[in-house]
């Protein structure tokens, strides 16, 4: 291998994230080594697929590569993953379907068009409010605002307990001590289990209603179960969200003239929502386990071993995309695989175009000109990328 390029063991390590990095690894293992085994360490041994064929048909085949042990590289030292088999992203069919049909009713087109104008609204107040900021973070006091309010909607969390939720999950999901997080995230499950009991008395029209009165063949979800639930789609519906969009107007503000060019052509606002999914990728991967013997480019892949996709390798794959290291606003097609593909695709893919949508109308609408005052600070993260804090200033028009 080039020595001027990383091994593959340096992608277990969250430190080498946000250097860019990761992208030339990726790109000399899709060209050289696409099913790579790395041995177990800190994390159990696992397989990496690079390639975006064999990322889109190991997503599409839920059969042979389970989702129901976990999703995510998890360390030795923490055991299984408590939701394995129990929540919608952490299941197999025939259960994740019906599981997946409970709660789906909430992200159709038609609910996402009846959240828009509350949408617009809320993203309003919040870049006023930052425009009379003389700086202010686009990632804590812009972006990561509209996923919380769209989730606390959906769940039925009432208007007034939204900031206390939007503390708290600033808290869990920012870096920082361990402890400050693990005690946030503990809060977290205590409001849920609240909102849980309450429903259970009194149900409503929401998301947190639908798992406690939802029943799979005739059972109940466990509250565990309802619980776990809840912190898959606070998790998903919000963190996601977050850095597409902060690493969207990162991007922007690296290309100026691209920015320039959707202000003048409102019409590229959805080829430049894809491409900003596929830029910035913010889910870095997901695993899966395989359920019987595979064979993948000559490489014997067992039952029961892990095999981690990375999602971000997959858009840049020079076998599917023209020019992939090029950020192109105007790029068709575009079907990369930033939401998933398969049975387990984004369950919030549309509500997350929406408001990325709504996020980059509003400020090409009501903000002259937006100025990064400070360096962007990575995530180091080997779940999710994107930027931490993005130092900037709005000028109004
Ligand atoms: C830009 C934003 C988003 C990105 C990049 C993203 C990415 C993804 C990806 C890659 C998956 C597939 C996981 C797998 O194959 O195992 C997924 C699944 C999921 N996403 Fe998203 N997501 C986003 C927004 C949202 C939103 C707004 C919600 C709303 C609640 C959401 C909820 C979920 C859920 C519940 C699943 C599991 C679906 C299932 O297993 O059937 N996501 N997401």
């Known amino acids: 291998m080039n020595v001027l390029v990383p091994e593959p063991t340096s992608l277990v390590n969250p430190g ?14 899709r060209e050289h080594d696409p099913v790579h085994w790395h041995e177990p360490a800190q994390y159990p041994g696992f397989w990496s697929l690079t390639r975006y064929d064999d990322i889109r048909a190991a997503s599409c085949d839920a059969r042979v590569f389970s989702s129901a042990q976990g999703i995510l590289l998890r360390p030795v030292a923490l055991g299984v993953d408590p939701g394995g088999g129990r929540t919608l992203a952490l299941t197999d069919p025939p259960r994740h379907r019906a599981l997946r049909s409970l709660v789906a009713d909430w992200f159709t087109t038609r609910s996402v068009r009846d959240l828009e104008d509350g949408m617009r609204g809320a993203v309003r107040d919040v870049v006023a409010h930052a425009m009379e900021l003389e700086e202010c973070d686009f990632v804590t006091d812009i972006a990561a605002r509209l996923p919380l309010y769209v989730i606390c909607r959906l769940m039925g969390v009432p208007a007034t307990e939204q900031e206390l939720l939007f503390s708290l999950t600033s808290k869990a999901f ?16 205590q409001y849920f ?23 799979i063949d005739g059972e109940l979800f466990s509250e565990e179960e309802i619980l776990l639930n809840c912190d898959n789609l606070l998790v998903g519906g919000t963190e996601n969200v977050r850095l597409a969009v902060s690493g969207g107007m990162r991007t922007f503000l690296d290309h100026p003239d691209d ?20 830029w910035t990728s913010s889910a870095t991967h997901v695993m899966r386990t395989v359920t019987e013997p595979v064979v993948l480019h000559g490489r014997e892949i ?17 076998l599917r995309f023209e020019d992939p290291d090029r950020f192109d606003i105007g790029r068709r097609p575009n079907r990369h695989l930033a939401l998933g593909a398969g049975e387990h695709f984004c369950l919030g893919g549309m509500l997350a175009r929406a408001e990325m949508r709504i996020f980059f109308t509003e400020l090409l ?31 109004a028009k």
Do not use: C
């Open 16 to 29: 080498f994230y946000g250097t860019g990095g990761p992208h030339s690894v990726w790109r000399r293992m």
């Open 259 to 278: 920015w320039k060019r959707l202000r003048e052509d409102r019409g590229l606002l959805p080829t430049a929502v894809e491409e900003v999914l596929r």
């Open 365 to 395: 609408d009501s903000v002259k000109g937006i100025e990064q005052t400070g360096p962007a600070v990575p995530v180091e993260s080997i779940v999710v990328s994107g930027v931490e804090h993005l130092p900037v200033r709005l000028k």
């Open 302 to 318: 067992h039952a029961g071993d892990r095999v981690v996709l990375w999602i971000p390798s997959a858009n840049r794959d020079e």
């Open 174 to 189: 920012a870096a920082g001590a361990p402890e400050v997080r693990s005690a946030a995230h503990q809060q977290i499950m």
């Open 193 to 215: 289990a609240d909102l849980m009991y309450r429903r259970m008395n009194e149900p409503a029209d929401d998301l947190v209603s639908a798992l406690v009165m939802g029943e």
